[in-house]
Structure formats: structure tokens, C-alpha cells
């Protein structure tokens, strides 16, 4: 029988010097994309959050008003330990995110704000793998940030922004996607795997909620599993992979 084999992952771009990462809840991020981001803040890169959430429909045995402030807590520590000191929230609500051009007027916006090189999101297709079903949230988010790359270049579209003092920015290069089955990049996660680890680990009241498990035991059983088997095609190192769309 034939083995199956993939082509290798070639590295991610490093002539940038700043980055925005917008997802859709606290924690995304972590879920593996942290690793990368602590290789590029060390490197002396600026690299800011933005959430469309404030995850406040993530824990079940909490109110929405008293989650929200908690999982906003723990993003902006989570973000910290991997060099990130600029976290913002948009306030869409947690669950029913729409997909339409108040997302994608918000997300502008935010591009604008930054002035981005590189953006960076989570999987926007239906699907984990061709496997697991995706959350809405992630697909609407993932979707609108790909076409807000585009959008915060273009001065006729959402005018009020420019009327607001949010020149256009049409200096995106790049969005890469987080998380993607079909991904064609990837950064060395060597050294951002540890911090990585205890970025996921701020996140200490929502892994609470979804497993009985230790957490630290419940974060390493994945995390740098993921990262090993991503390395298979990048050299055999660990790694975090992107699909990587230029502009």
C-alpha cells in the first residue's frame, strides 16, 4: 500500500514588523496559534488581539454578565505571557455572531486602528479537519476578517470611518489562517511552545468548565501533540501551521 504524503509546509514570511490577530472568543488564540506569536514578539514584532467576543456564553454554570469579565481577564494575562500587551473587545455577542457588514465594519475599523502588515484568524470554513462541525462564530468572524483585509484599503467603502479619522490602510500583505486543513506555512513552534502552554493555562476558569481533568494535564495532552504532528511537514519541528493568503 502507498504511503500518503504532503507536500512540506513552506515558513511564514518574516519581512513584517506588525501583526493583528482577530478571532472570535477568548482563547482562540490559544488553541495553538500562541506558540507562533511568542516566536514573533521575541523577535522584537508588534502583535495585537482583537476579539469580536468577550466569551461571556462560554461557561455554563456562570451568567453571561459575570463570565464575560472573567474570560476578558484571563485573555489579557493569556496575552501578556506571550508578549502581547494590546487586547481589544468589539462587543458582538457571544454565540450569534453575524456574518454582514457591521462585523466587517467593526474589523475595518480595527485594521485601520493598527495598521496591520500581517492579520492573523481562525478557521473560517465549516469545518475542522472535513470532520468536526465549526462554530458559526468562527466561520463569520474567520469570513469577515478575510474581506476586511480588502475593506480597510478602500476609502468608499464604510466612508463614516474615514469621516471618524480612520485613514484607509492598504498595507495588509498577508491574512493567515490559524487552525486551517489545508494549510501552506508554518512557524517553528521550538521555542514558543512552553509559553504557549502557560498562555492557554491563564484561561484557568473556562478549561475549568470543560474538563475534571488537571488543566495542565488537559493543555499538554494536545498542544505540543499538534505541534509535532504539523512538524512532519516542516522539517520534522515543531511547528504551527497557516493557510496564507497574499494581497
Known amino acids: 500500500m502507498t504511503e500518503v504524503t504532503f507536500a512540506q509546509l513552506e515558513p511564514m514570511p518574516d519581512d513584517w514588523q506588525r501583526a493583528l490577530a482577530v478571532v472570535a472568543h477568548p482563547d482562540d488564540i490559544e488553541y495553538g496559534c500562541a506558540a507562533a506569536i511568542a516566536t514573533w514578539t521575541d523577535a522584537g514584532r508588534e502583535v495585537g488581539y482583537v476579539l469580536a467576543t468577550r466569551g461571556e456564553a462560554?461557561?455554563?454554570?456562570?451568567?453571561?454578565?459575570?463570565?464575560?469579565?472573567?474570560?476578558?481577564?484571563?485573555?489579557?494575562?493569556?496575552?501578556?505571557?506571550?508578549?502581547?500587551?494590546?487586547?481589544?473587545?468589539?462587543?458582538?455577542?457571544?454565540?450569534?455572531?453575524?456574518?454582514?457588514?457591521?462585523?466587517?465594519?467593526?474589523?475595518?475599523?480595527?485594521?485601520?486602528?493598527?495598521?496591520?502588515?500581517?492579520?492573523?484568524?481562525?478557521?473560517?470554513?465549516?469545518?475542522?479537519?472535513?470532520?468536526?462541525?465549526?462554530?458559526?462564530?468562527?466561520?463569520?468572524?474567520?469570513?469577515?476578517?478575510?474581506?476586511?483585509?480588502?475593506?480597510?484599503?478602500?476609502?468608499?467603502i464604510f466612508p463614516e470611518l474615514t469621516e471618524q479619522g480612520l485613514e484607509p490602510w492598504n498595507g495588509v500583505r498577508w491574512v493567515a489562517v490559524a487552525g486551517s486543513s489545508m494549510p501552506t506555512h508554518a512557524v517553528d513552534a521550538t521555542v514558543g511552545r512552553e509559553r504557549a502552554v502557560r498562555s492557554r493555562l491563564e484561561h484557568r476558569t473556562y478549561l475549568e468548565s470543560l474538563t475534571d481533568e488537571d488543566p495542565e494535564a488537559y493543555v499538554r495532552s494536545f498542544l505540543p501533540g499538534d505541534a509535532r504532528q504539523s512538524g512532519k511537514r516542516f522539517g520534522n519541528r515543531p511547528a504551527v501551521t497557516f493557510e496564507l493568503f497574499p494581497r
Do not use: K
Open 58 to 156: 462560554g461557561i455554563d454554570t456562570l451568567e453571561p454578565a459575570e463570565a464575560g469579565p472573567i474570560r476578558e481577564r484571563e485573555q489579557r494575562a493569556s496575552a501578556a505571557v506571550v508578549g502581547v500587551s494590546t487586547v481589544e473587545f468589539l462587543d458582538h455577542q457571544d454565540g450569534v455572531i453575524e456574518y454582514g457588514t457591521a462585523l466587517r465594519r467593526d474589523i475595518t475599523a480595527a485594521i485601520r486602528r493598527h495598521r496591520p502588515e500581517l492579520v492573523v484568524t481562525l478557521n473560517h470554513r465549516e469545518t475542522w479537519g472535513e470532520t468536526f462541525w465549526n462554530a458559526p462564530d468562527h466561520v463569520a468572524v474567520g469570513r469577515a476578517v478575510l474581506d476586511a483585509a480588502g475593506d480597510a484599503g478602500n476609502r468608499w
